[in-house]
């Protein structure tokens, strides 16, 4: 999660732009080179009115039926390709561009009426876009078409064996009543996952302390509001995240940390341990009706762990892999804690990593994060950024004048490839907060990639929504080291989708198994931790003469590794609960999730206090159900993406690197198996020996370990 800005009434006034509007390209001057590359540029029609809004929404959805109804009513003898599975995905393209038009009106207009008309424009879409897996019909005319046995390859077997597949998880191949059961079975599941999320957001946990007893949290929060609510009483809410962190992080006596993170763990037991046992059972009873062992199964089919078991090999391996850098830190940790409290025998339980954590940071790598924001004015990191890109990538941006504007300060910029001036998309950048916007970071897809019928290759349009600190009267924007972060992360995704080359909408740009989406960028945030990326751009705003210091990059760095085994052994607990809640279950067995959960999170991460209920707050068991070890699975991948560009001359500089990413993993999205466009970018098999190399687990330790897994993914 990002942080939230608030929104500051600033008045923009853009600071250095590189040319001057009377010079800016428009769309036009890039009509002929698209002629020339079979390409269409389109900027998309803004809607003015809310009434506008919601007549689009109703005749793409009225267009896409209609197309609808012509896959249905075929001659099941005379079915094609275009007529099946192609015509399918033509129209859900279609209807896709008017579901991200009225998104990124709700997420950005400045009129509220707008946001809200998009808002409704994006439910109904929502709504209708459910039953086009129920399309009878059009289900049966597409199995014709896959009856007759077709000798498709590449991209078109792709598109006809997943769609079949997905019609297959929809329950469509099911007879009737079991089908009827499946559906009914999902409803009672949606309604649970409702209910499961409305007692995560209405559980409250407030926990009064003296102020003795918060000895050590920062005199800043003890006077925010709402905090101080009698004479010697404060009162902090275990439901409100940055409150409990502060508190776990600053306070000096365990009693208070424990106290409070009993007060966490405890949120929503009274209503969630029986609603998620219900989850757990439904999910279990679907995923048996529709054909597979369990609902891990069911999830991972369609990601790159293809099943429950491989995604649970995948995490014990990274469990095993981590175990020493883990255990290190624990004992540095414990050696911390055992000083504290005259106790040599003190152990670090579940309430105390957080505070031992920060102790550590503080002491070791203190990194002044202000003073950090000087190196980086928002249009000097952007400019820097896009260099960095447009050279190792091989692409050139073009900043053009929008024809629409929805605010004043929106900028529009042509994506070509530098060596040929192929046209191939556009950007939109609206980068500050205000009122009613969206309030996080970013890439909204408005137009995808598609291979049109006549032909011409459809390019991308796409907007990253951002939330950089404004400018002032009297300096520029200066991000955070973590805002510069994100915005390399986010701009990466806008890449991906920009240079697609994928024919099919399901394929092209992000369109790719959520275990792998996030990977490249994650991966490109690696830029920004190294000095000689950042010198390229980084300098003090008032004398760009000073680059940050060597020291000060290498404490951050430090900093970062000398709390990964604690973060990355939590993340994996959290992968194992969610694997093992949704594991093969026997049916008519009743679920236990406390009983089935809380020992993993005791086992792979710290002691518990066995009477929490860690679970009944875990957010994601809904939504992110049985893929929560993504996160882990994608930065791990990361890593192992991210040795090609430091093996090569130009390190993350190197174009030939940026290259290969480009083509062989930007350019397919899915378009084939992600698992081999990661194998022809890495030029060998998958690994996760990078990612614990860079948590400080040399491969030589790793081998003489007895029972070390081997580690190719699949
Ligand atoms: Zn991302």
Redesign the pocket.
């Known amino acids: 999660m990002k942080s939230v800005f608030v929104f500051l009434p600033v008045i923009f006034v853009p600071f250095v732009l590189s040319i001057s509007a009377a010079e800016m390209k428009t769309v036009d001057d890039f009509r002929e080179a698209a002629v020339k590359a079979n390409a269409v540029l389109t900027i998309p029609d803004w809607e003015q009115t809310p009434e506008a809004v919601e007549a689009m929404m109703k005749s793409a959805i009225a267009k896409a039926n209609k197309a609808l109804d012509e896959i249905g009513a075929q001659d099941l003898k005379k079915v094609t390709f275009k007529g099946t599975v192609v015509a399918l995905d033509d129209l859900v393209y279609e209807a896709n561009i008017a579901a991200n038009k009225a998104t990124i009106i709700k997420e950005t207009n400045t009129d509220e009426k707008m946001r809200t008309a998009g808002e409704n424009a994006v439910k109904v879409f929502q709504d209708w876009a459910v039953g086009i897996d129920y399309r009878e019909d059009v289900y049966r005319a597409i199995k014709a078409f896959a009856d007759t046995h077709p000798k498709l390859s590449g991209e078109d077997e792709k598109l006809l064996r997943e769609t079949i597949r997905d019609y297959r998880r929809a329950g469509l191949s099911l007879y009737p009543e079991a089908r009827k059961a499946v559906e009914d079975l999902r409803k009672q599941l949606a309604k649970l996952g409702t209910d499961f999320d409305t007692n995560i957001v209405n559980a409250k946990g407030p926990v009064v302390f003296t102020k003795a007893e918060l000895d050590g949290v920062p005199d800043s929060f003890l006077a925010s509001p709402g905090i101080k609510t009698g004479d010697d009483a404060y009162t902090v809410m275990a439901n409100v995240t940055w409150q409990y962190r502060t508190v776990m992080e600053n306070a000096r006596s365990e009693a208070t940390r424990k106290k409070l993170y009993v007060a966490r763990y405890l949120l929503a037991k009274d209503t969630n341990v029986a609603v998620l046992n219900q989850m757990l059972a439904l999910r279990n009873k679907i995923a048996l009706r529709l054909g597979y062992k369990s609902w891990d199964d069911f999830q991972t089919e369609v990601k790159m762990a293809k099943s429950g078991a491989g995604a649970k090999k995948y995490i014990s391996d990274l469990i095993v892999g981590i175990q020493p850098k883990f255990a290190a830190e624990v004992m540095e940790l414990q050696k911390m804690k055992a000083a504290d409290t005259h106790d040599p025998k003190a152990k670090i339980d579940h309430w105390d990593w957080r505070y031992y954590d920060n102790q550590l940071i503080k002491q070791k790598f203190a990194v002044d994060k202000e003073a950090l924001r000087n190196f980086f004015p928002f249009q000097r990191v952007l400019q820097g950024m896009f260099d960095i890109y447009q050279g190792i990538f091989g692409l050139k941006f073009y900043q053009i004048t929008p024809p629409q504007k929805w605010i004043a300060d929106l900028q529009l910029y042509v994506v070509t490839d530098s060596a040929t001036g192929e046209p191939l998309g556009l950007f939109y950048l609206d980068m500050f907060p205000r009122e009613g916007k969206f309030n996080h970071f ?1 890439e909204f897809e408005i137009l995808g990639g598609k291979l049109l019928a006549d032909g011409k290759y459809q390019r991308p349009t796409v907007a990253l929504l951002c939330n950089f600190p404004p400018p002032s009267a009297d300096q520029p924007s200066l991000m955070t080291h973590t805002d510069v972060e994100t915005l390399f ?2 701009f990466g ?1 806008a890449l991906h989708s920009i240079v697609t080359r994928a024919k099919y909408g399901r394929f092209a740009g992000t369109h790719v198994p959520g275990d792998f ?2 990977a490249p ?1 994650q991966m490109l945030q690696n830029w920004v931790w190294d000095k000689q990326v950042l010198d390229t751009f980084a300098a003090d705003y008032r004398d760009p003469s000073k680059k940050i210091p060597a020291e000060t990059i290498q404490k951050m760095n430090d900093a970062k590794l000398a709390t990964a085994g604690v973060f990355y052994r939590r993340q994996f607990a959290f992968a194992s609960i969610d694997l093992a809640l949704h594991d093969v279950h026997p049916e008519d067995k009743p679920y236990d999730c406390v009983a089935m959960s809380n020992p993993i999170l005791q086992r792979v991460f710290l002691p518990i206090d066995p009477n929490t209920t860690f679970v009944t707050y875990f957010g994601h068991l809904n939504g992110y159900d049985a893929g929560y070890y993504g996160y882990a699975w994608a930065d791990a991948i990361a890593a192992d993406m991210a040795t090609v560009f430091e093996k090569a001359k130009g390190k993350y500089l190197d174009r030939e690197a940026g290259l290969r990413l480009r083509h062989e993993i930007y350019e397919q999205g899915d378009s084939r198996d992600v698992a081999l466009s990661i194998e022809k970018f890495l030029g060998r098999k998958q690994s996760i020996q990078p990612f614990l190399k860079n948590l400080g687990i040399g491969a030589q330790e790793k081998q003489t370990r007895p029972g070390e897994p081997s580690h190719p993914v699949h």
């Open positions: 970013a992360h986010e995704h989406v996030e960028s």
